[in-house]
């Protein structure tokens, strides 16, 4: 599994492929070209997933990495309507990643579930459970949310956004009223040192 340092520095570097983008806009690609991804473009969407989200600041300085999520759903998407279905699980996984980073949750939850039906062994992907997670817990899901948020921690101990995972499970158990496990999960994540898209000073307010 890669670690979050390594994905981080992936999708910065997508910045240095700005300027090509350009070129390749001006030189005027086709409508059937703007439907591809180029290696340059796949390797640097290898490397953004769920543990991505809150990370990566689309909205400010991600404007070159926003674009790349959206052309790359729009590939996947005319992939998957021109195979009507029948294309790799994973296909399903990244779609559904790509669409929880731009904050598309809809479709982000559509793309989960299929890969949810397709895998078998889904409960093996962390990175999977923690997106779906995700979605859930902004839809108010919490029951589900806690179930996939879980499930992470048992698959992987070490899960790099377990930081995130505790905060939100304190949160959820808050409002559930058990106040026992909130504690629980509000100072494991009080002790992680990892990064987080919350300062330690502002979990406390938790």
């Known amino acids: 599994m ?17 300027k090509k983008m350009a070129a390749g806009k001006a030189s005027g690609e086709s409508k059937e070209d703007s439907l591809s991804l180029t290696a340059e473009e796949e390797e640097v969407l290898s490397g953004l997933d769920s543990r991505l989200f809150g ?11 926003k674009t790349l999520l959206g052309k790359a ?10 195979t009507e279905g029948k294309v790799e699980s994973d296909t399903f996984c990244q779609l559904g990643h ?9 479709k982000a939850l559509s793309a989960y579930q299929r890969y949810y039906s397709l895998q078998s062994d889904y409960w093996k992907n962390a990175v999977f459970l923690y997106g779906l997670g995700l979605v859930y817990f ?17 698959v992987d101990p070490s899960f790099c956004r377990a930081k995130e995972i505790h905060l939100r499970l304190g949160l ?7 106040y026992e496990s909130s504690l629980k999960h509000f100072q494991l994540a009080l002790i992680d040192c990892h990064p987080c898209t919350l300062s330690k000073v502002e979990s406390k307010y938790f």
């Open 2 to 18: 890669k670690s979050c340092e390594v994905t981080l520095v992936t999708a910065t570097s997508f910045c240095d492929e700005g």
């Open 55 to 65: 990370f990566v600041r689309l909205h400010e300085d991600g404007a070159r990495t």
């Open 73 to 82: 759903v729009r590939c996947y998407e005319s992939l998957i309507l021109k």
């Open 98 to 106: 790509f669409n929880l980073l731009l904050e598309d949750y809809p």
């Open 138 to 154: 902004y839809y108010n899901a919490f029951h589900w949310a806690i179930k996939a948020f879980q499930e992470v921690l048992y």
């Open 172 to 178: 959820m158990f808050k409002v559930n009223t058990d």
